[in-house]
């Protein structure tokens, strides 16, 4: 089975903007979660969708949304970007069970 | 709310010796507990779990510890190899999708 992919890779966006990060599941993998990584401060949960309904949310402002489609693939929504949204942002999406698979990240700069 | 507490923030151990990282989680409601091995540069893998119905869980030189009454775990690395240099995240899961994760711990295997 392909693994967990994500793009773009890399993104560059300037303060204000708005980005649009996407996230394919493995295939047969229903729930897909967002975390933001940056140094210092570890994994922080996003949200996490399953069968296009979201059923977890972290403590991150209104800005950062989601959604899924009914292919299960997620998009991850970050508007009015600022300095601090610089992070590689991950997805991993799970099967039946509770084991999470991550994909490579999107490395996000704000500028 | 919610929170994992790891350490240490950076381990380093001669190769052959063995390495503890260890965990503290708040949510008591968690059972299930997974850890992942992040070498630079690539995404999280994961490498044993444990549930709150285990004590103890060994995979060949890996090893995961619970102590549900003190809320504490612990990874246990024996006989370390230079490959095993990365960063190790914990993480605590009521079951429900959504993980909180430790800050992470740094081992370097030192040759």
């Known amino acids: 089975k392909a693994g967990v992919t994500q793009t773009p890779r890399y993104l560059i966006k300037t303060r204000g903007q708005q980005v649009t990060l996407s996230c394919s599941p493995i295939?047969?993998?229903?729930?897909v979660s967002w975390y933001q990584q940056t140094p210092g401060q570890g994994l922080q949960f996003l949200f996490e969708?399953?069968?296009?309904?979201?059923?977890n949310k972290g403590n991150f402002p209104g800005r950062f949304s989601g959604r899924q489609f009914s292919n299960s693939r997620s998009e991850m929504n970050v508007s009015t970007l600022e300095l601090g949204d610089s992070a590689l942002y991950l997805c991993?999406?799970?099967?039946?069970?509770?084991?999470?698979?991550f994909g490579p990240g999107t490395r996000l700069t704000v500028t | 709310g919610e929170n994992v507490e790891q350490h240490p923030s950076t381990l380093s151990v001669q190769e052959g010796d063995s390495a503890v990282i260890k965990c503290t989680y708040s949510?008591?409601?968690?059972?299930?507990f997974p850890w992942y091995k992040q070498e630079l540069g690539k995404r999280p893998q994961l490498i044993i779990d444990?549930?709150?119905?285990?004590g103890e869980k060994k995979d060949q030189r890996i090893a995961v510890t619970l102590n549900k009454t003190a809320k504490h775990f612990s990874l246990h690395i024996t006989e370390t190899q230079p490959e095993d240099s990365a960063v190790y995240f914990c993480?605590?899961?009521?079951?429900?999708?959504?993980?909180?994760f430790g800050t992470g711990t740094r081992l370097k295997v030192l040759a």
């Open positions: 991993a999406s799970s099967g039946l069970g509770t084991e999470q698979y």
């Open positions: 295939s047969g993998h229903r729930s």
């Open positions: 969708y399953f069968s296009e309904t979201q059923r």
């Open positions: 949510d008591s409601a968690s059972n299930y």
């Open positions: 444990i549930r709150s119905n285990v």
């Open positions: 993480a605590a899961s009521p079951g429900t999708y959504k993980y909180i």
